[in-house]
């Protein structure tokens, strides 16, 4: 049975940084592209970074690029999002889900391509 574990959310003040994690266990993660998706009270469910299984390619929403940092310890089977310089607008649910493959792909911001899903991390910024 997959598990997906979250951690690492909190309230901070904008302009401030957190870094969220994800353990994933039942799976071998080092064979699945992992994503960080976020969703806010009354939205839908957006992408917001993947990273293929090795690390060797990322990919972000414009909306954090140059702010968001994702990486994985294949070791520990973990995945991380650093989050720097927050703005209010990034509050939400953040959950980390394993993709149906190794690689992000142009498909890596659609939700239904992650069949694996924790139970998500809240993350508050507030002005």
């Known amino acids: 049975q997959v598990q997906v574990v979250e951690s690492g959310g909190g309230l901070v003040q904008a302009g401030g940084s957190l870094r969220l994690s994800c353990i994933v266990s039942g799976l071998l993660f080092d064979d699945f592209a992992m994503g960080w998706f976020r969703q806010a009270p009354g939205e839908e469910r957006e992408g917001v970074s993947c990273i293929d299984w090795d690390g060797a390619s990322t990919y972000y929403v414009d909306s954090v690029k140059g702010r968001f940092t994702i990486s994985r310890d294949n070791a520990k089977n973990t995945l991380y999002l650093e989050m720097n310089s927050l703005k209010p607008e990034d509050t939400a649910m953040y959950y980390c889900?394993?993709?149906?493959?190794?690689?992000?792909?142009?498909?890596?911001?659609?939700?239904?391509?992650?069949?694996?899903w924790g139970q998500g991390t809240q993350v508050t910024v507030f002005s």
């Open positions: 889900a394993a993709k149906t493959n190794g690689h992000c792909l142009t498909s890596w911001f659609v939700a239904s391509r992650y069949p694996s």
